[in-house]
């Protein structure tokens, strides 16, 4: 079974300032996807960014970059020019494209602080 | 983007009885939902995996009987808690697939669950 880990149960930032938020998983699958989610207090799960396995690049999204190393397993979000919207839950998140459905198994969570 | 609703998104209940949460996906069809459950500060857990027209997969631990689960549309999938308890107090939350966007789940915006 895979599982995700991330290390950081809380992190914070000043504003304007770039944080860099650690996730590592476990797996034994060549081929799959990994995401960042956030949760800010209204609790709605937000996509923040995807990538996925076979390709090498490092997926982009704005301010939020992700640095991929499929061989350590390593999968951690950088956000640049923090904002204080950018406050939240956040989870990293891995699904398998070998098994059938597509489940997320998701990490501990790490809490973003952004200090004004 | 694909939006998932829930409904209610809080209840309150006296112990013993039941409650039922519904997850509609509004602009989409989905053949399969997911129900997940979250405790303060805590991750999402997968609870089960809702199939339009069949059984629901639950997760390990989860039980069956006390949480049922009907996906008998393809745009709903409900839960319900049957002779809720306190401690099935807790947060629930869908989320959905779009069949052309299989690598990506949308998640509704959650129902806060209370039992008196």
Redesign the interface.
């Known amino acids: 079974a895979q599982t995700v880990t991330q290390s950081q149960p809380e992190m914070s930032v000043q504003e304007a300032e770039t944080v860099t938020l650690s996730c590592t998983y476990d797996t034994s699958e060549s081929d799959y996807y990994l995401f960042w989610y956030k949760q800010p207090p209204s609790r709605q799960m937000i996509l923040v960014i995807r990538q996925e396995a076979y390709k090498q690049q490092n997926a982009t999204e704005n301010r939020f970059s992700v640095n991929f190393q499929k061989a350590a397993k390593s999968f951690s979000l950088k956000i640049s020019d923090s904002q204080l919207g950018d406050a939240a839950m956040y989870f990293c998140a891995y699904r398998s494209t070998e098994t059938s459905g597509s489940r997320l198994t998701f990490g501990e969570g790490t809490q973003l602080t952004v200090n004004p | 983007g694909a939006v998932v609703s829930q409904h209610p998104s809080w209840v309150i209940c006296k112990s013993g009885t039941s409650v039922k949460i519904e997850c509609r996906s509004l602009d989409f069809q989905a053949t399969?939902m997911?129900w997940y459950r979250?405790f303060p500060?805590?991750?999402?857990?997968?609870m089960a995996?809702s199939n339009e027209g069949s059984k629901a997969t639950y997760e390990q631990g989860v039980e069956k009987d006390k949480f049922l689960i009907n996906h008998a549309s393809l745009t709903l999938s409900t839960l319900t808690v049957t002779s809720a308890h306190p401690e099935d107090s807790s947060?629930y939350?869908c989320?959905a697939?779009p069949p052309l966007a299989?690598?990506?789940?949308f998640?509704g915006?959650?129902t806060r669950l209370t039992v008196l």
């Open positions: 399969t997911f979250q500060k805590q991750s999402l857990m997968l995996t947060f939350i989320s697939s299989v690598n990506e789940q998640f915006p959650g």
